[in-house]
């Protein structure tokens, strides 16, 4: 490749900006409960960092995994309240609010039942399944969550590998009632090719109804910082009907 084909290669940059997405609604930036973030410094920081690249709220979903990380609102809402006290202590201008990235296996139909269930907004909730294989019970779940008033949103179906010969299969959960939501990490090939390719051929169906940070550490927001100056990928972004900003009202 010659040194003019290099310079065309490399993606356009532009002022880092997000603010068009206005909300995340999938992170974990909650200390301490999950794989995200281990301590109240640097989920302080990471909130300053994605405020700067535009955002006005901060959903977080820690994960709530039976048999890894049997989190309830009892777990949460201490750590949530301390997160919450110092970006007040330091003055971060960002609405901060919780739910909950749940794993849909048989505990969570039971926390279904005892009403356990933690939505952002008026009623979405956030459900993902295993990047082993998929759940057996998944489309019987996103039923009952409907059934009992709530709006299922599948998280970022482009990492679930299994889906990429089977492309037909993600646009079942659409037609099941599902919303999809897609990690913004997956447009910069972070995960891989496959997830990104799928991650694009999503957005180009207009399948994806919410974009997600998914935030866990220091590498994913320096990828997301990257992301907001990629003109090619906010190019896309801007082609789809995100549902983020509604969570402002």
Do not use: W
């Amino acid at each position: 490749m010659g040194l003019f084909s290099f310079l065309q290669s490399k993606p356009a940059k532009i002022k880092a900006d997000l603010s068009f997405i206005g909300v995340d609604m999938h992170s974990h930036l909650i200390p301490g409960l999950d794989d995200g973030s281990q301590d109240v410094e640097d989920s302080v920081r990471y909130v300053k960092e994605l405020h700067e690249l535009g955002y006005r709220k901060l959903i977080c979903t820690p994960h709530i995994i039976s048999d890894m990380y049997p989190n309830s609102r009892e777990t949460i809402q201490p750590a949530f309240d301390l997160l919450k006290q110092r970006l007040a202590e330091e003055n971060v201008p960002v609405e901060l609010g919780y739910a909950a990235e749940f794993m849909v296996n048989m505990d969570f139909e039971q926390i279904l039942k005892d009403g356990n269930v933690l939505p952002f907004g008026k009623n979405y909730v956030l459900i993902e399944m295993s990047y082993m294989a998929p759940s057996p019970n998944i489309k019987e779940v996103i039923f009952n969550l409907m059934m009992a008033g709530y709006q299922p949103v599948l998280a970022h179906p482009e990492r679930y590998n299994y889906y990429h010969n089977r492309y037909a299969s993600i646009a079942e959960f659409i037609e099941a009632g599902c919303l999809l939501q897609v990690n913004l990490l997956s447009l910069t090939g972070f995960y891989g090719k496959g997830v990104k390719q799928v991650a694009e051929m999503l957005i180009k169906d207009k399948m994806i109804s919410f974009a997600g940070t998914d935030i866990h550490h220091d590498r994913h927001v320096e990828m997301i910082k990257s992301l907001a100056c990629d003109a090619n990928i906010i190019k896309q972004l801007h082609t789809i009907d995100l549902k983020n900003r509604s969570l402002l009202k």
